[in-house]
T-cell receptor
């Protein structure tokens, strides 16, 4: 059981480049979300999804797009990378309610924009 | 949105010592989790504890939902306990449903 898998683990981009961070889960969780973690801060929510075809914005959505075409996958797209998007990105999933409720996080993607 | 405050921000202890980490939150919650972020950056789920008390080995947690706080206890600390401990909550009221993190407690265990 792989849990939540994020790729890549590290990435360096030039300002203005675009890229997609991949996230996949194999727990059949309805809820998936993306967070960013900046030094000295907790995690902040970027976008989330409560099921295939449904996405919504979190606390810091600007500069990011998401889509949810399947239950398993929730990619995060940076349209035109900026140095302010240098951060560590975490994907998470959870079931909605139920006895095994709780969030599981991927191992993170460390992104540097130069 | 819901506010989550953790204390202390930093804690340095000798190996073998006990510690108590606190999490205060500003509204009623459906979900409260404690995470440990190890020095490699991985977030490890320690407890799902919106109310009550749970124990797992040397770690235990208590949430008093009516008073809006949770405590994480670490006994007989080991160097592998070092890292940042996060409390995260999902509020039960409209607008507070998303998982919101505190800023963490950085724990350093000295051999």
């Amino acid at each position: 059981n792989a849990g939540v898998t994020q790729t890549p683990k590290f990435q360096v981009l030039k300002t203005g480049q675009s890229m997609t961070l991949q996230c996949a889960q194999d727990m059949n969780h309805e809820y998936m979300s993306w967070y960013r973690q900046d030094p000295g801060m907790g995690l902040r929510l970027i976008h989330y999804s409560v099921g295939a075809g449904i996405t919504d914005q979190g606390e810091v959505p600007n500069g990011y797009n998401v889509s949810r075409s399947t239950t398993e996958d929730f990619p995060l797209r940076l349209l035109s990378a900026a140095p302010s998007q240098t951060s560590v990105y975490f994907c998470a999933s959870s079931s909605i309610g139920g006895p095994n409720y709780g969030y599981t996080f991927g191992s993170g993607t460390r992104l540097t924009v130069v | 949105g819901i506010q989550v405050e953790q204390s202390p921000p930093d804690l340095i202890l000798q190996e073998g010592a006990n510690s108590t980490l606190r999490c205060n939150f500003s509204d009623s919650v459906n979900n409260l989790q404690w995470f440990h972020q190890n020095p490699w950056g991985q977030l490890i789920n320690l407890f799902y504890i919106p109310s009550g008390t749970k124990q797992n080995g040397r770690l235990s947690a208590t949430t008093v939902a009516t008073e809006r706080y949770s405590l994480l206890y670490i006994s007989s600390s080991q160097t592998t306990d070092s890292g940042v401990y996060f409390c995260a909550v999902e509020g039960s009221n409209f607008g507070n449903e998303k998982l919101t993190f505190g800023t963490g407690t950085r724990l350093t265990i000295i051999p």
